[in-house]
């Protein structure tokens, strides 16, 4: 099954999971990450749209959960960012603890799309997601973004790092690949995974 994602489009925006659509009737794949680590970027990317969903160079941007269809029933999910909060913890937090809430519950979930920068990988709440989704055997793809702020031959042994940290810290593989949107790099591999998830 190979989907046209250029054919995506705006579902609904709802500001928490206890107002998603019924879960008896299709799919979905989420793309989580901290803010700012370019999940929305990637959606437009992947649905060569400039503007499906918004983008911005302030952290928490979105605030609200948006749903996109690629087509009837088959759903991409934008959650907000975790861990950018202007004042407490606690806000710094609640979008992870709701991602974790949902992952756990969802059954039509047919995996997560993990954003990290590539600068910044595997921290504190990308590690505990990571642990959540493998807790009810989620299956998780690995961004890692803005793969152009750093050169090529770094970037090689950068990747394979990244790869195999997780590893030893989970004792599993992980699929991870660069990803960028500037030089359009991993589009075509978040494709083939999204496809294979939503068979
Ligand atoms: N250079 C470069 N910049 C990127 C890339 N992806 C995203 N960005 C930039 O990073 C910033 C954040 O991107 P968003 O897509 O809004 O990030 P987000 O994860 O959706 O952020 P929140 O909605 O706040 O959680 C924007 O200024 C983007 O233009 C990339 O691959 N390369
Ligand atoms: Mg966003």
Known sequence: MTYDYHITYFLISIPGVYCL????????????????SGKSSAINALTYQKKL????????CTQL????????GIRLIDFPGYGYAKKTKKRKNYWHDVICEYLKKR??????????DIRHP???LDQKTIESALSVDVPIFTLLSKSDKIS????????????????MMFETHIQAEPFSVVKKY?????????????R
Do not use: C
């Open 21 to 36: 659509p019924n879960e008896k009737i299709g799919m979905e794949v989420a793309f989580v990450g901290y803010s700012n």
């Open 53 to 60: 969903t918004k983008v911005s160079k302030t952290p928490g």
């Open 65 to 72: 959960i948006n749903l996109f269809e690629v087509s009837p």
């Open 107 to 116: 059954e039509n979930l047919k995996g997560l799309i993990l954003m990290m």
């Open 122 to 124: 595997i921290k504190d």
């Open 152 to 167: 090529r031959n770094i970037l090689q042994i950068t990747s394979k790092k990244i790869m195999h940290d997780m590893q």
């Open 186 to 198: 991993g589009i075509h591999s978040l494709k083939r995974v999204l496809d294979n998830w939503l």
